[in-house]
């Protein structure tokens, strides 16, 4: 869940905007991006602050929806390979829609500050069908940089409206795969835990491509929950496996369509000559 917070003088969660005061004079505004630590776990939640603070003598007036709207839009996050890392997510609040202008107006005093607290795990979900990461489930270091820019004139009575852009500090994080302990704790979780906590292990089993995992894996393909059914069947098809040749012919005839074109893909991925028949 994406948490907002805005600062003038109180504080805001879940959307709503805040305001309060705090030191400093100096450039008209600066931005700062914090994280909660420095490394993770593949598929762990990654909590940052991103915070803009007017650091002039007068009062300024910024538009919100620069990160309110679009949380990725003010980040610029770099994988370890070096590509800009994208987020998948659709923000229903203001669609792209060309000519539309859309406006979040917050006056910030001298020293008062403005942000974000954001969910990291959440804003960036997931890797794209291609298997190209577009979160944070390649092992390395991430390069993490705020941004806030605003080319827009001023409109009504937002007659200190500020323009420009402004880019935080560099912030880097490590991402590992878990360790032998964490994959037992994976293990058990498979066996004894909720359905929701099956389903998180299942998701970190497979963005981290814990082969080892994937006989406990392949049996969720007839679970009863469509949610793990199609967890252990991407699981699969991303770590395609000879060994598992005959659990995907098995599962062609999956009543779950979805687990069916896991399958099939899966058994392209063997270049297996016996699949042709199939």
């Not at 969660?13 to 991006?33: C, D, N």
């Not at 990461?133 to 993490?144: L, N, T």
Request: hydrophobic content about 40%.
């Amino acid at each position: 869940m994406r948490r907002f917070l805005i600062v003038a003088g109180c504080m805001v969660l879940f959307g709503t905007i805040v305001l309060a005061a705090s030191e400093g004079t100096g450039a008209p505004l600066s931005v700062k991006v914090t994280t909660d630590k420095e490394k993770y776990t593949i598929n762990e939640s990654i909590k940052l602050t991103y915070t803009l603070t007017n650091k002039s003598n007068q009062a300024l007036t910024i538009d919100t929806a620069k990160f309110l709207q679009y949380p990725p839009a003010c980040l610029i996050i770099r994988a370890p390979n070096g590509q800009l890392v994208g987020s998948l997510k659709h923000y229903p609040f203001a669609p792209e829609v060309p000519g539309l202008k859309v406006i979040w107006l917050c006056p910030l005093p001298p020293g008062g500050f403005a942000g974000i607290k954001l969910d990291l795990f959440h804003e960036y979900p997931d890797i794209f069908p291609t298997g190209e990461p577009h979160g944070f489930d390649a092992p390395g270091v991430y390069e993490i940089t705020g941004i806030y820019q605003n080319d827009r004139e001023a409109v009504g009575d937002a007659k200190w409206l500020w323009t420009g852009k402004v880019t935080s500090a560099t912030v880097r994080i490590e991402v590992v795969k878990p360790t032998e302990e964490q994959v037992q704790e994976l293990l058990t979780l498979l066996r004894k835990g909720s359905t929701a906590q099956q389903h998180r292990a299942l998701e970190t089993i497979r963005k981290a491509q814990i082969a080892e995992l994937l006989p406990e894996v392949e049996g969720f393909l007839d679970s009863e929950s469509e949610h793990l059914r199609r967890e252990a069947a991407h699981a699969m098809f991303l770590m395609a496996n000879p060994k598992f040749y005959d659990t995907y012919v098995e599962h062609l005839k999956s009543l779950d369509e979805m687990v069916r074109g896991y399958m099939a893909h899966s058994l392209g991925r063997l270049r297996d000559e016996r699949a042709v028949a199939h």
